[in-house]
């Protein structure tokens, strides 16, 4: 930990190292709701190129049981708000928990597709409970001086479960009988864990103290701090700030709209989650086969353990975010990480151009059906914006000798209906269904690789990190759950355009429009999102009820917490 962080109300410098044991333990087993989260998104990607095969799925139905999981993410997250409200924050993560058992154990048993869109509704609905869940329950019951860090962890946690999601698709890929039954059933093993662990483990203690149960908060505060003093200045301080709770979700939306500084938090709040899914991540993790395959990796096997170590810089750059976020704070590293990504996002779009502007020529026109319309385009770009066609090339030193545009075998991508490209076998034959191979294919992968790393330190955790501490505490609930409906739906809605949108505006013009999403996104947070480096929950209310624009702000310092005096002065300046 840093020497020039501040000192937390709860304890002081000399008990840091003492309390940070327990604070270190709820903070693992609460963020496995994190790796599941991450873990139950990615295996489905490697889990649907088996499955497709031995249920017989059409593109229907791969969609169907994809998207449900974010639908049902979406709707549980709302959901999510009320299980906080009423059961607490322990209770939803042992909900989830549950919930996560239950969905994993179902796909691992489905024998039929309508079994696994049901599994994939359960779990959706496990990851939509725990993604508004888990980061509230992490900032509640962290010091202030490391709760940036610790919230954060459950982002590592997120992309750790996408890289081990990635690695266990690359290890039962090739068990096309029932491989994918370990792939998807496996997340039951982390889900159990977590369940047994907060059997024993306590409630956050400020959700006790919003429903006066003052003693027990106590005995939780204590046993973080290690000193009961504390613990009860603690619990006075955020009685001050505590509310009762409605105990209708429609109410309390209806009150967090009328209440200025909680409305202004959530535009922001929301606002956060949104650009994070408009900056186009899904897009950039959708298409990283495709462009490691653009970069000159062909062969299919070798293309999904490719997407693990994709996953991998995400999981690398995201820990990176964990040693900044207190260091720079989460306003800097928002604002930077998103500068990034406008920057690798034009990169992206450049390498793309360049790729299309100079792509390979379809040599023989020459149909292998009746029904064949591809065999018009005459160069690979025009063979590339119809779903439907693929570019066939026989590469000799490194140079296309031979082209073809044939149709796609909608049963497998990998091939063309006919002609030379109907198999995968034939040596120095390539059939490129989604790209185009021109010496500048590097780029698009550099691009990737660049977007990753600016994306995963800032704008992939903290947008949950700034709203697991923005809201008041009798709003935090709700809050949470409707920016979080937000992210899923946002995440939803990306997904469900952005094949069409790369029809309509080429895959450069795509990912342009990200850039310029991404852009407008900087410049709201620039006016729009204060620094909350250093200050306690109960005082970050307050930082919301002062003039929209945060540059136009009063400078008020927080970063000296050291004693009850320190904050009365400090909220008295606020107010």
């Known amino acids: 930990m840093d020497d020039q962080t501040d000192v937390s109300l709860i304890g002081n410098e000399q008990r840091v190292s003492s309390r940070g044991r327990f604070v270190y333990v709820l903070t693992f087993f609460s963020a496995i709701g994190g790796f599941l989260f991450g873990y139950d998104t990615g295996v489905v990607s490697g889990a649907m190129i088996i499955l497709k095969d031995q249920f017989h799925l059409n593109n229907i139905w791969q969609e169907m049981i994809i998207s449900i999981t974010i639908a049902f993410a979406a709707l549980f997250a709302l959901v999510g708000g009320v299980i906080n409200s009423f059961l607490g924050r322990r209770g939803g993560i042992v909900i989830a928990s549950i919930i996560f058992i239950a969905g994993s154990l179902t796909l691992a048993l489905a024998n039929n597709k309508e079994t696994l869109l049901i599994g994939r509704a359960i779990v959706g609905a496990g990851i939509g409970i725990a993604s508004m869940t888990t980061p509230i329950y992490i900032a509640e019951i962290s010091p202030v001086e490391i709760r940036g860090r610790l919230v954060t962890f459950n982002n590592v946690m997120i992309t750790f479960g996408q890289f081990v999601a990635s690695c266990i698709d690359g290890l039962f890929s090739s068990n096309k009988e029932s491989g994918w039954r370990f792939m998807l059933g496996l997340a039951a093993v982390p889900a159990t864990i977590q369940l047994v662990g907060f059997i024993f483990l306590p409630e956050s203690p400020r959700w006790l103290i919003g429903k006066g149960r003052y003693n027990e908060a106590k005995d939780i505060l204590t046993k973080i701090s290690g000193d009961r003093e504390a613990a009860e200045r603690e619990i006075e301080m955020v009685k001050s700030t505590v ?303 002062q003039r929209w624009l945060v540059p136009c702000q009063k400078n008020i310092n927080y970063n000296s917490l050291r004693s009850n005096s320190v904050v009365d002065e400090g909220l008295s300046d606020e107010e």
């Open 243 to 545: 509310d009762n709770e409605s105990s209708s979700n429609v109410t309390m939306l209806v009150t967090l709209l009328k209440d200025r500084g909680v409305r202004r938090a959530l535009v922001v709040g929301c606002f956060l989650q949104l650009i994070q899914q408009f900056s186009g991540i899904n897009t950039v993790m959708y298409y990283s086969a495709t462009i490691v395959q653009m970069s000159g990796i062909r062969d299919a096997t070798t293309a999904i353990w490719m997407a693990a170590v994709t996953a991998f810089v995400n999981f690398i750059f995201t820990i990176v975010g964990v040693i900044l976020v207190e260091k720079v704070g989460r306003r800097s590293l928002t604002l930077g990480s998103l500068a990034g990504v406008v920057g690798s996002l034009l990169f992206l779009a450049l390498g793309f151009l360049l790729s299309s502007t100079h792509s390979p020529p379809v040599i023989t026109h020459a149909p292998v059906s009746t029904s064949d319309h591809c065999y018009q385009f005459s160069h690979c770009s025009d063979c590339m914006q119809t779903s439907t066609c693929g570019f066939c090339y026989v590469e000799t030193n490194h140079n296309i000798s031979s082209s073809w545009c044939y149709p796609v075998n909608s049963t497998d991508p990998q091939v063309s209906v006919d002609g030379l490209c109907d198999t995968t076998s034939t040596s120095d034959t390539y059939f490129a269904s989604n790209y185009c191979p021109t010496k500048y294919s590097w780029m698009a992968l550099a691009g990737m690789i660049a977007y990753l790393a600016c994306f995963a330190p800032g704008m992939g955790p903290m947008p949950w990190t700034i709203n697991a501490e923005i809201y008041p505490q009798w709003a935090r609930d709700t809050a949470n759950s409707y920016s979080t409906a937000v992210n899923w739906i946002s995440n939803m809605f990306v997904s469900l355009t952005f094949l069409n949108i790369t029809q309509a505006l080429t895959y450069q013009g795509a990912f342009l429009l990200y850039a310029c999403l991404a852009a407008a996104g900087f410049v709201f947070l620039f006016l729009f999102l204060p620094e909350t480096k250093g200050k306690r929950l109960e005082q970050i209310e307050s930082m919301f009820q």
